[in-house]
């Protein structure tokens, strides 16, 4: 039933497009300004964001999903329990995610590696680890639609996460493309993200195929480009 991957993961897509395309202006300056400390930005991607999620939720059919089937478990572990193992990993990721902030940037700075790159291959891999084997559990299912759109959706969120850092750093503008990796990580990520947009849009086998190898080949050429 999760074969045939809906529009609203596609609109989803579509956003996070529209959000990479923003983020070029930003660069260029074209958009680069601030409301009440607030970079134009931000504004975007928070609007960009709550209309991806208005679509996730009109693409609800109300219908069991095999994700159900992940959750629960043989037990048939209670809601209070299944909370407390949903908090007990959520804090788990959270602290792991700040240790490897800093291990990257201890890496960086001892190999001399752009923080841009070391940001993208250690802490992105290691970070996204967890989408990865719920990814391929979905995939196991053969719920192709809620594997396409845990990954989309987790690619939205990363963008709103932005958001939230900017609405707490008052003098600190953190969008900053100083860094050719991160200027590079921009481009190939937002052609990446047109060929999956075109992927999921299209009915053509071989279409397909040609995206996904181009979608692959943004990321090599990304750790290849100095």
Known sequence: AGSKISQGNIAVALFVTLIYGASILNWFNIINFEIATINTL?????LLYV?????????????????????????????????????????????SSIAMTYISDDLAIHYNIGLGLCG???????????????????????????????????????????????????????????????????????????????????RKSYTKILCIFGAIACYIAFLMVD
């Open 120 to 202: 993208a291959i250690f802490l992105g891999v290691a970070t996204s680890l967890p989408e990865v084997s719920s990814t391929i559990a979905l995939f196991r299912l053969r719920n192709y639609n809620a594997a396409v759109g845990n990954i989309i959706g987790s690619n939205l969120f990363n963008f709103l996460v932005l958001c939230i850092v900017d609405l707490f750093s008052f003098s600190i503008n953190i969008y900053d493309f100083s860094d050719p990796k991160v200027e590079n990580l921009l481009t190939f990520g937002a052609i990446a993200t047109i060929a999956t947009l075109y992927m999921l849009q299209s």
């Open 42 to 46: 931000t504004i975007i991607i928070l």
């Open 51 to 95: 209309g991806g999620v208005k679509f996730l939720a009109r693409d609800n059919n109300g219908s069991e999903t095999d994700e159900c089937k992940i959750c629960s478990t043989k037990e048939h572990d209670t809601v209070r329990k299944t909370t407390l193992k949903f908090i007990a990993t959520s804090i788990g990721i959270v602290i």
